[in-house]
């Protein structure tokens, strides 16, 4: 059991990383779904316009390769993307003579990023002879990569048929086994937050699954996945992505409604601004980790109604035959987007009342019924721990400042009167030696610790966070919110 954890313990943190790292390519896609749409002929009819937006989606396998080859790499450092760039020409190129049918698509440019962040990683600071100096350090990343992407290219020629007609079939099945697969998921697809894998999931239906062929000026082009196809004008794309409208713009909202109703009195109106400042980020952006964290680990079994009900949600919105598409998530403003490019949107009005009312009443009678500890009903002694938002000024400071007593006669934490956000957190998370590597996604930290142990709760919730997640390996997730990123940019001044 042991030698199965170790060997599993390392591929955890690589697929975490990973998700970390799709959150960066995935970022783009909002511009391009907005030049995209306001270019068509039912808007501004600018053709420019939605060329623009198209080209993106034309060019998603590189510009996943650069991102996450950015992702991979330590200090983010713009040389592992002119790596990835030169490995995934190499590798396409390479393709292109030996079998032009074999198209690896999004799935290759991810793999060629992967590929050139582990290498910027392994070879940054590489010496070589002095008569090849010059092409040492970074330099030879470039080179490195190419040399490996003309490998990956040569046993693509021989592996990557059978693996495309495996990913090909289970798409396939994904596709035509309508609800089944729906429900599925839309099931999975929220079960897997907690470990940030869900991206991987997503990426795979998003832009692996199905084909689209469009013809321009006599060249035919294949499209893969639901979302690229969606934009591109394929009528039967939309379904993985429908059933996330009613319960981002109308379930999740009304959950945080029947959680302020039933905290505790005392509470209620402190508790009340920050899940109403919730549901407003998830109704307009479709961002729900907030408020999925406030209650999944104090209230697990609400949680998995929740994605129980997400899974049913993509059912009803397909039974509907309801086709939305999103770039970033399933908010206002990309319901707005899409509207147009879809198929019997307004029903989501209708579906999204039903679901709100079933999700607050379902919560509420839950969490009264099994005294679930939602947001404003913890127990007196760690009221602390889950302060509102607004109050994380006053409150986070006892908490940051009896931690940094305990640790003052270190030097790996700020000066006690350093009361900057950076500088709390990075006490919260148990000072500069404590932090191996950080970064963070859309909504969250994302850290390799030395001691997981030395993560101060508490203190991070008083400071926000609306909760902590504790791997094995020492990797550990901070859920923030949008801001995530900026805090993470405040921590790293004090780890330089």
Known sequence: MQNIKTFLAPLGRGLVKLGKALMLPIAVLPIAGLLLRLGQPDLLNIAFVAEAGQAVFT???????LGIAIGFADENHGAAALAAYVGYVILTASLHVLDESIDMGVLGG????????????????????????????R?????????????????????????????????????????????????????????????IL??????????????KEGVATVLHGDLTRFFAGDPM????????????????????????????????????????SMAL???????????EFSFMFLAFPLYVLHSLLTGLSMVVMNTLDVKLGFTFSAGLFDYLLSYGLGKNGLYLIPVGIVYGLV???????????FNLTTPGREPEETEQEAAPAGQETQNAAPAVQEQAAAAAAADDVPQADDQSRGANYLRGLGGKSNIKTIDACATRLRLVVADAEKIN???????????????????????IGPEADLISDEIKKYLK
């Open 59 to 65: 060019y998603l396998p590189i510009i996943f390769a």
């Open 110 to 137: 991810i793999i060629v990023g992967v590929t050139a962040g582990l290498l910027y990683n392994k070879y940054k600071s590489i010496k070589l002879p002095s008569y090849l100096a010059f092409f040492g350090g």
């Open 139 to 199: 330099r030879f990343v470039p080179i490195v990569t190419g040399a490996a992407c003309l490998v990956i290219a040569g046993l693509a020629y021989f592996v990557w048929p059978p693996i495309a007609r495996v990913i090909g079939a289970f798409g396939d099945w994904t596709i035509t086994s309508g609800n089944i697969g729906l429900f599925f998921y839309g099931f999975a697809n929220r079960l897997l937050i907690p470990l940030g894998l869900h991206h």
């Open 202 to 215: 997503n990426n795979l239906v998003w832009f692996q699954f199905g084909d689209f062929e469009i013809i």
């Open 237 to 276: 794309a939309g379904p993985f992505m429908a059933g996330f409208f009613p319960v981002m713009m109308f379930g999740l909202p009304a959950a945080c409604l029947a959680m302020i109703a039933t905290a505790k009195t005392a509470r209620k109106k402190a508790i009340g601004g920050l899940l109403l």
């Open 281 to 291: 980020t998830s109704f307009l952006t479709g961002i729900t980790e907030p408020i």
């Open 359 to 369: 999700y607050y009443f379902l919560f509420k009678w839950a969490i009264v019924k």
């Open 457 to 479: 709760v508490p203190a991070l919730k008083a400071l926000g966070a609306r909760g902590v997640v504790k791997a094995s390996g020492g990797v550990a997730q901070v859920i």
